[in-house]
């Protein structure tokens, strides 16, 4: 695997990949002026997990020519699920641009009669906010800050180039936010207190057809965050995966992982045994999403991992997934 230390162009002239690679900052440098294609994907998708039984996602992207908004919350214990879904025609319904460094300070919005979301970063907090009044009769009101962003705080950025030239992804992965606030749809309100949150942030021009899986969770130990995201299916992975786990705010790199069906049980290991958890599902759904249809398992996760020295650091039980997507 090849990570990047510097700053690095991330298209040539032509709007191909100039690199691959990972780094555990944001060094790929780009312009949209670079990306020779009508068909640029960008996807800013926050995950909470909340008082152990509760998921929300909150995401906010186009696919080429179409803008979505849209919020779901689950509750893992019952199978209860509220959306709320905006769509507008056009990119240009983005009253700021988005962004192409997630790491800066930006202040993305999109709005329009009823509705509002909006997703603001700075150096000390992200905010997440959405107001919903009566669009296609739902009600919904999110505000969340979510901490724990500080520029000490290692990620994992991944350039994925594939066979097709012109075609590339940039994934952006940062774990171990902590969340508070509160999310109203519909009926349905909770109060958030130091909820996990993650980020899956993306750019690229993908092909119309394609299958990935992406997966992650975390919790605290012995005071400390810990966090991981893994993935694969997407693109050529020979210069870096995007599997990774994050203790203690630093990012500790994985090659591959395999998942391993073992009767109603799923196991997670990569190639070196650094990252070895059992999950015990306790939720499964199926959904038409903006970006593919989704099969998605939610557990209780429990494992170990290896750090850089040796170290190996068990993980208690904690809640986490595996989705697969397909288009």
């Known amino acids: 695997m090849r990570e990047i230390l510097a700053n690095e162009p991330l298209l040539d002239s032509h709007g191909r990949p100039a690199t691959s690679g990972y780094s555990r900052h944001m060094q790929f440098v780009w312009d949209k002026k670079d990306v020779h294609s009508s068909r640029l994907e960008e996807w800013d998708v926050y995950r909470i997990h909340f008082g152990g039984r509760y998921v929300l996602q909150l995401a906010l992207g186009h696919s080429v020519y179409t ?4 919020a779901t919350l689950t509750d893992l214990a019952t199978g209860d699920v509220h959306r709320m879904c905006r ?5 240009r319904a983005y009253k700021r641009q ?6 800066t300070a930006n202040d993305l919005q999109y709005f329009g009669k009823n509705y509002l979301v909006q997703f603001e970063t700075t150096d000390k907090f992200r905010r997440l906010a959405l107001t919903c009044n009566e669009y296609a009769g739902i009600k ?7 901490t724990n962003v500080g520029k000490a705080k290692e990620k994992l950025a991944v350039v994925t180039p594939f066979d097709k030239p012109g075609q590339w992804q940039l994934r952006y992965l940062e774990s ?11 009926d349905v309100a909770y109060q958030i207190t130091d909820g ?21 969770g975390g919790t605290n130990v012995e005071g400390k965050p810990f966090g991981f995201s893994i993935g694969w299916g997407l693109g050529n992975a020979e210069q870096a995966t995007e599997n990774a786990f994050f203790f203690d705010n630093k990012t500790y790199k994985l090659t591959q992982v395999q998942e391993i069906g073992i009767g109603d049980t799923y196991r997670y290991v990569d190639d070196e045994e650094r990252f070895v958890f059992k999950a015990e599902p306790i939720y499964e759904y199926d959904a038409d999403t903006p970006q593919g249809r989704v099969h998605c398992i939610y557990g209780k ?3 170990r991992v290896v ?11 904690f809640l986490a997934f595996c989705e697969h997507m397909s288009r």
Request: proline share 9%; with cysteine; charged share 15%.
């Open 307 to 317: 750090l850089e020295d040796g170290t190996e650091q068990n993980i208690p039980p």
């Open 67 to 70: 803008v979505h908004a849209h």
């Open 140 to 146: 919904a009101e999110i505000f969340l800050m979510l």
């Open 98 to 103: 988005t962004p192409t460094n997630p790491e």
């Open 196 to 216: 996990f949150g993650m980020l899956n942030w993306s750019r690229g021009v993908l092909p119309a057809r394609y299958k990935q899986a992406w997966g992650g």
């Open 301 to 303: 996760w429990t494992g």
């Open 87 to 91: 769509t507008t025609a056009a990119p």
């Open 176 to 186: 171990c936010f902590t969340v508070n606030g509160y999310v109203r749809i519909e």
